[in-house]
């Protein structure tokens, strides 16, 4: 944090006129604490762009057109990875079919058909080009610093652990058509982080940068996810998986103990406060109980959607230049 160490008490900061930044973001971290190098981020990333590419190739829509020709395909200068017409797929990438042999998310599929290695393929797709910067720059936004103080263990836990909590939740509201994207994953990073600035509350001084960046990323997503094929109940699903891993995994120790042997009069010093240790044991009770509820109302086939008519419009608001329908 620009202006002092938040980490430190203030010991070493820098001077006031630099920009300040929110306390993911920060140049001058704890010199005793260590700084991971990140790695697993832009594999990451990678991974997302060449799946989308593998889809793209895959789907070929001048091949499907009518006529062979590439005239409804969006782009078709690009030939095998011309995109899908723009009221089919306004995110410009490929067609739901394409989308579900690549292991999207689909009700029957994983309900009737069993198939619950799509809630973690799913991650890993994505519906189009947009939809794909969009993840990819919030998740290295946010990603890289969280790796850079966390390391590539609990971050990799946090991401897979939201997106396949996100993609069940879906799972259960959404019975009609295909969902994709690591955007699930993404909201579990955005509730990591808001979880850890609660559970650390006093070693950050500027908390109103935190939580408005929190809302920029999180704004942006949501308003993505009223498209088709993305949808915001696995943003929820994965916002809250996140958020109570964030408690577990994201604990920092309270500063007295971190300067334990420099107190004058040495005292025996709990590692974490008494609230954090309650927050975690709220956590994991709250984790468990989310994921076995919702798996046991998916082994029986429940389709939240019916119980919930108005709950379709926070997955996709349709418009005259798109429909919801698939």
Known sequence: MAGEDVEGGGRGGKSGEEMVLPP?????????????????VPLFVAA?????????????????????????????????????????????????LTL??????????????????RAVTSIWLHAGVIHLLADSLSL??????????FG??????????????GNVLSTLFIANGVSVGSSAALFGLLGAMLAELITNWNIYSNKAAAISTLLLIGFINLAIGIMPLVNNFAH??????GFFLGFVL?????FDWT????????????????????????????????????????????????????????NCVPTSKWSCGN
């Open 140 to 149: 290295i936004f946010i990603g890289i610093r969280l790796e850079q103080q």
């Open 48 to 96: 997302n762009a060449a799946v989308l590419a593998t889809a793209m190739f895959v789907n070929n829509c001048p091949a499907h057109a009518a006529g062979g020709g590439s005239g409804r395909c969006f782009a078709g200068f690009l030939r095998r990875f011309a995109f899908q017409p723009l009221r089919e797929n306004p995110l410009l990438g490929p067609s739901s």
């Open 250 to 254: 994201l604990m920092r120790p309270q």
């Open 152 to 165: 590539f263990v609990r971050i990799g836990v946090i991401y897979i652990v939201s997106g396949i909590g």
């Open 100 to 117: 579900e042999k690549f292991g999207a998310v689909q009700w029957e599929k994983i309900v009737h058909q069993h198939e619950w290695w």
């Open 24 to 40: 993911y973001f920060y140049d001058v971290p704890d010199p005793e604490e260590r700084r991971w190098l990140p790695w697993m």
């Open 236 to 241: 929820i699903g994965g916002f809250f998986a």
């Open 259 to 314: 300067e334990r042997h420099n107190l004058p009069n040495f005292q025996t010093i709990s590692k974490y406060k008494h609230s954090q240790l309650v927050m975690l044991v709220m956590a994991v009770i709250f984790l468990l109980a989310g994921f076995v509820i919702s798996l046991v109302m998916l082994f029986r086939g429940v389709n939240g959607s019916k119980g919930c008519h108005w709950c379709t419009y926070l």
